[in-house]
């Protein structure tokens, strides 16, 4: 079976990342779920976006969790995008599609939870994190909630299977460069023995076809910035 197709913060390839028009047309061209980045801001809101900070998004720095929801949205991303409530994203994307949701503020981690479930969206959600706490949090909450830890290291990569286990994880997601790091061998044994625990595994970040060569018989899904390049090699 062909892995799905994962917009990475939408199809920042050529549009502005982690906005509405993003994942919309992420969608458009062909992709199977949506992944996207959330923070508390100032007012304890839920705003989707990927740095701590806006410099690279919009020139203009100014700290993401220090910040309020009025000020952060005035920001200008391009194409007339701004940065979106995570509730917003919610009903925008229609709630078929799956959604992998990254936690990258630790406190953000029980409110977008929250959030998932008043949508009753949470067939459809992966919660996502480098930060295992992150999933901690969630997984005190809820025995339901689908939580996937995000590599980000060697280390990261040894302790996967133990904390698999200890938050009955349901999904691990490496990156490709850890094919450039272990070798491409010990890379597909590593998704391998992912697999075989059970586990779902979506690799990051998958740009080019022979990227997607590599992982595409032994992953469950392809996160990817060019929805539109990756999905003409399914065809």
Do not use: C
């Not at 939408?10 to 458009?28: R, V």
């Not at 409530?85 to 630790?106: G, Y």
């Amino acid at each position: 079976m062909k892995p799905i197709l994962v917009g990475h913060r939408g199809f920042p390839a050529k549009y502005p990342e982690n906005t509405i028009a993003s994942f919309l047309a992420a969608l458009y061209y062909g992709a199977d779920g949506i992944e996207l980045d959330v923070w508390l801001d100032r007012d304890r809101d839920l705003v989707v976006i990927h740095d701590p900070d806006t410099q690279r998004v919009a020139g203009e720095k100014l700290s993401v969790k220090e910040t309020s929801t009025s000020t952060l949205r005035s920001l200008d991303l391009g194409l007339a995008q701004r940065i979106p409530l995570l509730e917003e994203v919610l009903d925008a994307i229609p709630s078929a599609v799956p959604l992998f949701v990254e936690i990258k503020d630790v406190e953000a981690a029980v409110p977008a939870y929250e959030l998932v479930k008043k949508y009753d969206r949470l067939d459809k959600t992966m919660f996502i994190s480098f930060h295992p706490e992150a999933l901690e949090k969630i997984r005190e909450v809820s025995e339901e909630a689908r939580l996937g830890f995000i590599i980000g290291s060697l280390e990261a990569a040894e302790k996967a299977p133990r904390l698999a286990e200890r938050l009955r994880l349901q999904a691990v997601a490496p990156p490709i460069l850890g094919a450039k790091y272990l070798g491409k061998e010990k890379f597909i044994e590593y998704l391998k023995t992912i697999k075989s625990l059970g586990l779902y595994t979506a690799v990051w970040v998958i740009n080019t076809e022979e990227e997607y060569r590599l992982v595409k018989d032994y992953v469950d899904a392809i996160i990817t910035d060019n929805i539109e390049h990756i999905r003409t090699l399914q065809h």
